[in-house]
């Protein structure tokens, strides 16, 4: 793309002060802003006006498999699941493509050290629970690293040195995940230098249209991975790909498993697993109507009572009916890095602008079917989010202890 190709595309989107500082900048940082203005889609910001509000349908409770139900037939789930594993039809994939911004490190959220007496990586806290899955079924999953544009060649190169903590090297694979521009309030496209658009990961459901984009999905078939297992990076009491959820997903017979966990109170503020409009789907917790929150199921317990923790198991064949571009699109309230007029860079402490992501619940809802999966909460969710607080640095380590996890 040349020069006035470029200005013409940015006018149209009302957006011609991106080429503000074009003049001064040496001939490559030139190209690269018009490279960036060729390859970025900016119809998202289209979105800003029709986002709000969306309608939602007609909420049932969908059932979980309880704990008491996946003890009772442990052997049965442990060894569907074991078999699967062990043919090559489960892989995993960590979401790690994320900014990571309430945490505010400047390096990637996995190579956060959490250690108290020692080192102890987020990242070799994933890695060392996926291993456990590889010695117990003498198995080497095959596991996809999803990064972004911002956090790639510092999470490679992180992991290469520590010799990808014990994982097969040739049993990984990394891919960047796509990018979107980010605006403020108004609409208008930040920049983080002269010669770039702010750009943000496009949302955790961004990983399939990426990993089809950088021809991943291949593998996908050729090694006839029938399962996929996609997670957080942050919580670092997750099991991977475990047997028993992969068996129970499984023999369920389902589009999608979702490991969920009890709420903590009625009222607590966590999205819950149920059916809209027949569908898989979510309910956010302001949502929920008197009657919903008092409605109980069949043992008398709250009908809606299961929130997710960003772990499912998806069936590989369903998910080019589910992950195209026609994805719904969020505007979220962030915190955007930008330049001033004078080009120095700032970095905000209150959500300055919009982002635009794709959600991983739009996928669920576009499948029919989901079993969530009770995990209990103590033995495997410790999400960081915060340095301290809830969901921080400070209650995960608490639940490491808890669970024998030397820190
Ligand atoms: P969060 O929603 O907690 O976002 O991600 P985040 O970017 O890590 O943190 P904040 O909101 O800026 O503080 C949940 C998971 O989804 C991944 C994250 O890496 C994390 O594992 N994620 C999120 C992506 O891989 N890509 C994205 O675009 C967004």
């Known amino acids: 793309m040349n020069y006035s190709e470029a200005k013409e595309k940015m006018t149209a989107v009302g957006q011609e002060h991106i080429l503000k500082y074009y003049e001064e900048l040496p001939q490559t940082q030139k190209e690269n802003l018009l490279k960036q203005i060729e390859e970025t889609d900016f119809s998202v910001l289209k979105r800003i006006d029709c986002g709000a509000g969306e309608e939602r349908g007609k909420f049932a409770p969908l059932a979980a498999m309880k704990v008491s139900e996946i003890e009772a037939r442990k052997e049965e789930l ?64 095959r596991l996809f690293v999803m990064t972004s544009e911002k956090n790639h060649d510092a999470t490679v190169k992180f992991l290469k040195e520590k010799n990808y903590f014990g994982y097969k090297e040739d049993r990984i694979v990394f891919f960047k995940q796509d990018m979107a ?31 089809v984009r950088a021809g991943l999905d291949k593998i996908l078939t050729d090694e006839g991975i029938e399962w996929i297992d996609i997670f957080a990076v942050d919580n670092v009491l997750q099991r991977i790909c475990d047997p028993c959820f992969v068996g129970a997903t499984i023999l369920s017979d389902v589009s ?43 043992t008398g317990e709250p009908a809606y009572n299961y929130g ?100």
């Open 78 to 141: 442990y060894n569907t699941g074991a078999e699967a594993i062990k043919a090559g039809k489960t892989a995993a994939l960590l979401l790690a493509g994320g900014m990571g911004t309430r945490l505010g490190s400047d390096s990637p959220k996995g190579m956060y050290d959490i250690g108290i007496t020692k080192p102890l990586y987020i990242f070799e806290r994933i890695i060392s629970n996926l291993l456990d899955v590889v010695k117990e079924t003498d198995t080497w999953i």
């Open 256 to 298: 999608v498993g979702a490991k969920v966990v009890r709420k903590a109170a009625p009222d607590e503020k966590v999205g819950v697993m149920c059916l809209e409009d027949g569908r898989p789907s979510i309910v956010e917790y302001y949502e929920l109507s008197e009657e919903m929150m008092n409605a109980k199921d069949e």
């Open 181 to 211: 521009p980010a605006c403020d309030f108004d609409g208008k496209l930040y920049m983080e230098a002269k010669d770039r658009i702010s750009t943000s990961p496009n949302g955790n459901a961004g990983w399939y249209s990426s990993m």
């Open 308 to 407: 997710v923790i960003l772990n499912y198991l998806f069936r590989t064949s369903e998910l080019s009916k589910v992950a195209d571009d026609n994805m719904p699109l969020h505007v979220v309230k962030k915190k955007i890095p930008y330049i001033d007029d004078n080009g120095t860079v700032i970095k905000p402490s209150e959500p300055n602008g919009y982002k635009f992501e794709q959600l991983v619940l739009d996928m669920i809802h576009r499948l029919s079917s989901c079993l969530p999966y009770e995990v209990i909460r103590d033995k495997e969710f410790a999400p960081i989010k915060n340095l301290t607080g809830v969901d921080s640095v400070e209650t995960a380590r608490e639940l490491l202890k808890k669970n024998n996890i030397e820190l």
